[in-house]
């Protein structure tokens, strides 16, 4: 169930890009929050952001830290180009004196000496500086201290109840390193941050958070994709297209070939896939050239996004083929991004995509399906991932081109890696086949569901004056397997007339 919480005063930004998204506006003031993750899953960055933003807004704000030192967190703070100044530390850790056997309680329990003390420090603390953000670190050495999880849950339970009483908002992290975990501060807290760090076998680590509650507030589910950069956390909210529902006028897009056009009923309409399908070498990524060529001759904006090929190669073979796509970048018409396929995580790619259409691009290119599945093995749902981002450009109205490698030269079967009735709205095929003792091009259209289109299948070729559809096959039998038979007399014709 997703709701809209209007009410936005009584929420504090997180200061995390993306996070305040998922958390349906922000932190609910003056309440305790759980930030709770393994060690390396950035909950002392976390903090620190939030923290920042506190400052950013002229808040008084302090660390209260039971395990890092002062030096530490400014450690943690300078990796990411900031400074503590603005930040109230209070490092209550045990020094070096506690070595000493002076110090050695004999009578009472060393926890029992300490949890006060740790306590009242606490406590002075937050009276001497009223804070509005307060982030305790962490609550694994409150637990150890405690002993018993009856006392542990009591001490929480307090300091929630003085915290909000004196109108902070909290974050408690814990790292999940206490003799028994357990659920305790969740039942508490009045939200729950939970982030995952997720080994690969192949690449870098993946990392997601996830909001396990939040009480009275319609939060996004589920889990999301975040990186830990210099500068801190980025969170990638995961996308749902029932959300962002937007209708718009539908119009076609051209290709600037009049026979391609006509093959597809002329041409691409707004608010649809398209499978460009075939073998490699067939033509697929030149026809994406094409299309986004003929998109920012006529001033619209286009991006290309390249999970196999490298962007300055195909730049090269486009010029060979008369298609200037480097002054549509030069004109700031169009965004080639090349992806690091060990480094990028799904939502990571979504969120390039979706920005990429908010900063006006009408045709987006995703070359190919099968480097974005192979580019993520480990990752499950992907087609899912792609259908529910195709149907979000659809809704605003962005005509997609999508790149589909099947394996096999000539002959075989034509199959490929997704699902194409559940990926796309129309499918081009590319095919081989021989004749006359060459290996020749063909292309046809197989689906679309906006529109009528021709059956027909048609000669394709590309050469120095560019892409050329030719004259419809006909007297031909078995195409797409590859090794057709034909009427010779016709044969030559069609091929002399089309410099074959």
Not at 40 to 56: I, S
Not at 485 to 496: I, K, N, R
Request: a negative charge; proline letters at 3%.
């Amino acid at each position: 169930m997703e709701i809209q919480n209007s009410d936005t005063s009584r929420f504090l930004s997180t200061g995390v890009p993306g996070l305040d998204t998922i958390l349906g506006g922000g932190l609910t003031s003056d309440r305790l929050f759980l930030i709770e993750g393994e060690p390396g899953t950035g909950k002392t960055t976390l903090a620190l952001q939030f923290l920042y933003e506190g400052v950013r807004r002229g808040e008084s704000v302090i660390y209260i830290t039971l395990a890092e030192t002062r030096v530490e967190l400014k450690a943690v703070a300078q990796s990411h180009g900031w400074s503590m100044d603005g930040i109230h530390v209070e490092d209550i850790i045990p020094n070096e004196n506690i070595l000493h056997p002076d110090h050695q309680f004999t009578i009472f329990h060393p926890s029992e000496i300490e949890m006060g003390m740790t306590t009242q420090r606490i406590l002075d603390t937050i009276e001497k500086y009223k804070p509005t953000r307060v982030v305790l670190d962490s609550l694994s050495e409150l637990q150890l201290l405690a002993e018993s999880p009856l006392r542990y849950r009591r001490q929480v339970l307090a300091l929630k109840q003085y915290l909000s009483g004196k109108g902070c908002t909290t974050l408690f992290l814990d790292d999940r390193t206490a003799l028994s975990g357990d659920l305790q501060v969740r039942s508490v807290a009045h939200g729950v941050i939970t982030l995952e760090l997720i080994n690969q076998d192949y690449g870098s680590e993946r990392r997601r958070v996830r909001i396990v509650k939040y009480r009275g507030i319609a939060f996004r589910g589920g889990s999301h994709d975040y990186k830990i950069v210099t500068g801190g956390l980025v969170v990638f909210p995961r996308l749902i297209a029932a959300h962002t529902r937007v209708h718009t006028e539908r119009k076609q897009l051209s290709s600037g070939i009049a026979q391609l056009d006509a093959l597809t009923g002329g041409g691409l309409d707004e608010g649809t896939s398209t499978l460009l399908s075939g073998p490699p070498g067939t033509g697929k990524s030149s026809l994406c050239a094409q299309y986004v060529y003929a998109a920012t001759q006529r001033g619209q904006k286009a991006a290309m996004f390249l999970f196999e090929e490298a962007a300055n190669n195909l730049l090269l073979r486009s010029t060979g083929l008369g298609i200037d796509l480097q002054g549509a970048i030069d004109n700031g018409l169009l965004m080639i991004k090349q992806i690091d396929p060990a480094e990028m995580a799904p939502g990571e790619f979504m969120q390039a995509v979706t920005d990429a259409e908010a900063g006006g691009a009408r045709v987006i290119v995703i070359d190919s399906l099968n480097g974005y599945l192979k580019a993520m093995p480990d990752e499950r749902f992907l087609a899912t991932h792609m259908h529910e981002l195709l149907t979000y450009l659809g809704q605003r109205g962005v005509v997609t081109i999508l790149v589909g490698v099947q394996p096999g030269v000539i002959g075989g079967s034509m199959s490929t890696t997704v699902d194409a009735s559940y990926i796309a709205d129309s499918v081009i095929m590319l095919r081989y086949f021989e004749a006359r003792g060459k290996v020749r091009q063909a292309i046809s259209v197989f689906k679309k569901r906006v529109g009528l289109h021709e059956r027909t299948i048609r000669l394709f070729s590309m050469s120095a004056k560019g892409i050329q559809v030719g004259q419809v096959l006909t007297n031909f039998h078995g195409i797409l397997t590859g090794v057709p038979t034909f009427d010779d007399s016709q044969c030559h014709v069609l091929f002399d007339d089309e410099n074959g």
